[in-house]
């Protein structure tokens, strides 16, 4: 009797050893798409409405770090540093006196002046969203983009000056030739959507750490 369930056991494990249990397959994780890193440099040259009633023109360095979310569209900001010229309603007159009761000091009343040459400098900081599609060695694209813009204006002759806050909204097209596979260089078209005054365009030059920004 004890052969027999001794035999009985060893019968079972060499069944067992010859036959083991699937191992449950361990998932594999998903491949992750690489988020492709570049930076525009370049020049924009343009027309700025600062206040009502007056168009300037500008020209500055146009600066821009873009990264790939997807391999159509990409997420950034942009700072774009330059000057001001042009002629407008000089500082001196716009600038008023508060009423006597409020005990306001002096403030702003732009546009009330003579119209005498301007000159001064603009910062401008936005965040970009935008979206594009390739074709050979070529990419087109559509940007939107919002942020701050800083205009400091002086009158040429008498030296005194405003600065000037102002809400930005714009929409771009945009056009990259791929000379390489991680350098491009572009144009840029650019309309204000909360002033249609605000008009400029550019040439930029772009540096990609990944070929193509691993969109194509």
């Given at each position: 009797m004890i052969k027999q369930v001794l035999f009985s056991f060893v019968w079972l494990g060499g069944i067992a050893a010859a036959d083991p249990m699937p191992e449950s397959p361990i998932p594999t994780p998903p491949v992750q798409a690489p988020h492709g890193i570049s930076v525009d440099l370049g020049g924009m040259l343009g027309h700025v409405s600062p206040f009502s009633g007056t168009?300037?023109?500008?020209?500055?360095?146009h600066i821009a770090p873009h990264v790939s979310i997807s391999h159509l569209f990409y997420l950034g900001a942009e700072i774009d540093i330059g000057r001001i010229t042009g002629d407008g309603p000089d500082q001196y007159s716009g600038i008023v006196g508060g009423a006597a009761t409020d005990g306001n000091g002096p403030s702003m009343s732009p546009g009330t002046g003579p119209i005498v040459p301007l000159q001064g400098s603009l910062?401008?900081?936005?965040?970009?969203?935008?979206?594009?599609?390739?074709t050979g060695p070529f990419s087109g694209g559509v940007e939107l983009a919002a942020g701050e813009q800083d205009v400091h204006l002086h009158d040429l002759g008498i030296g005194?000056?405003?600065?000037?806050?102002?809400?930005?909204?714009?929409?771009?097209?945009?056009?990259?030739?791929?000379?390489?596979?991680?350098?491009?260089?572009?144009?840029?078209?650019?309309?204000?959507?909360?002033?249609?005054?605000?008009?400029?365009?550019?040439?930029?030059?772009?540096?990609?750490?990944?070929?193509?920004?691993?969109?194509?």
């Open positions: 168009v300037l023109t500008y020209e500055s360095i910062a401008q900081i936005e965040v970009v969203a935008g979206m594009r599609a390739f005194s000056g405003g600065i000037y806050w102002n809400n930005v909204f714009d929409a771009r097209g945009r056009f990259d030739v791929w000379i390489t596979p991680r350098i491009t260089f572009g144009a840029i078209a650019d309309v204000g959507l909360a002033n249609d005054h605000d008009v400029s365009v550019g040439l930029v030059a772009g540096f990609h750490t990944l070929a193509f920004d691993a969109a194509r």
